[in-house]
């Protein structure tokens, strides 16, 4: 009995190795961020720019800008991820100034989020 593995063997480890180190990547602020921005602007057609500078300590991660003009802020948390009091702080005084400041540790959670503020007109 040989013990080579087939090339379709190859494939179907190699596949399941995929996706389990994008499960892992997706377990982190970033792989979470990074999804997010892909899929909305792939998906929702909803582009996004990076906030933070060396300045900007307690800004949300990154400013949506949603279809019909308005603008959605994002910080990324890994999962179980909690704010800063800094940012806690910064949050509320941009939401006080009429703004969207939205905190996710989910993918799904932070993409249904900006869909949902899509107007119903305006969507693909």
């Known amino acids: 009995m040989s013990t080579k593995k087939s090339g379709w063997d190859n494939a179907l480890v190699a596949s399941a190795l995929t996706r389990a180190a994008m499960l892992r990547t997706i377990r982190t602020e970033a792989g979470i961020e990074h ?3 892909h899929d909305a602007a792939k998906d929702l057609d909803v582009q996004s720019t990076k906030m933070g500078t060396a300045y900007s300590i307690g800004w949300p991660d990154r400013l949506f800008f949603i279809p019909g003009g308005r603008p959605l802020m994002i910080e990324f948390k890994r999962p ?34 900006i869909a949902s503020r899509i107007p119903k007109r305006l969507r693909k």
């Open 35 to 37: 999804k997010v921005v």
């Open 80 to 113: 179980g991820g909690k704010v800063s009091a800094r940012q806690a702080h910064i949050h509320a005084e941009l939401r006080k100034a009429g703004y969207a400041v939205s905190i996710h540790d989910d993918v799904d959670d932070a993409l249904s989020d």
